[in-house]
């Protein structure tokens, strides 16, 4: 099945730009997406890539694929103190999401 | 549009007894996932429902079941809790399902389960 991975932890200072790494085992995904998920809250859609593309810019948002690689990446440029929140990528499979581990991002002034 | 309403928020249960946990989709929305969060295991899929019908099934006990009503509410429940079956249950709803193109899901806040 379906594997998904991602770093736990990234610490950025406001204003620099963050960088989240997931890597995949199943190339097999259409789609591929980033949630973002706060304190106490569900998850909310950030933004998603199809999977014969190589990059997608959404405001602050890019994301990179590398379908030889299997990995993704999401650069949020301008880090703010309210982008501090737990990230997920995931992978669209056979009408279910599998989500990767979650990277916890805290922004500092 | 209201989003997806989980009912109820917070739940404390005792080992061995049982819980159903409510979920409302957006309207107009007929596919309704759930999934379990927990420190441990993060998010895992439990199952999907589309016009009433399982289409997706996790891999979980049989202790866990779920349903879906004509008008898209669905519920899961799970029997004989163990203390293991504390987590965050999230569901969530879309259009189409999920990995049937793109069709965003949206999630609701959740129920935090705890089992003593």
């Known amino acids: 099945g379906e594997d998904v991975e991602q770093s736990l932890f990234l610490s950025v200072r406001e204003g620099d730009s963050s960088v989240i790494n997931c890597t995949y085992t199943?190339?097999?995904?259409?789609?591929l997406y980033w949630y973002k998920q706060e304190p106490g809250a569900g998850l909310q859609l950030l933004t998603y890539i199809f999977s014969n593309m190589d990059m997608k810019q959404d405001q602050r948002l890019t994301v990179l694929l590398n379908k030889k690689d299997k990995h993704l990446s999401l650069r949020i440029a301008d880090t703010q103190t309210g982008d501090s929140a737990i990230y997920f990528c995931?992978?669209?499979?056979?009408?279910?999401?599998?989500f990767g581990t979650g990277t916890r991002l805290l922004v500092s002034p | 549009k209201a989003g997806v309403t989980q009912t109820p928020r917070y739940l404390i249960k005792t080992r061995g007894q049982q819980v159903t946990l409510s979920c409302s989709p957006i309207?107009?929305?007929?596919?309704v996932s759930w999934y379990q969060q927990t420190p441990g295991q993060g998010l895992q899929f439990l199952f999907e429902y589309f016009s009433e019908t399982q289409r997706n099934k996790g891999n979980f006990p049989g202790r866990f079941s779920g349903r879906q009503f004509s008008n898209s509410r669905s519920e899961m429940n799970v029997s004989t809790l163990e203390l293991g079956d504390s987590a965050l249950y999230l569901c969530?709803?879309?259009?189409?399902?999920?990995?049937?193109?793109?069709?965003?899901?949206?999630f609701g806040p959740g129920t935090r389960l705890t089992v003593t």
């Open positions: 995931a992978g669209g499979g056979f009408q279910k999401l599998v």
């Open positions: 309207s107009g929305h007929r596919s």
């Open positions: 199943d190339s097999s995904s259409t789609y």
């Open positions: 969530a709803s879309s259009q189409r399902g999920p990995g049937t193109g793109m069709s965003e899901q949206y």
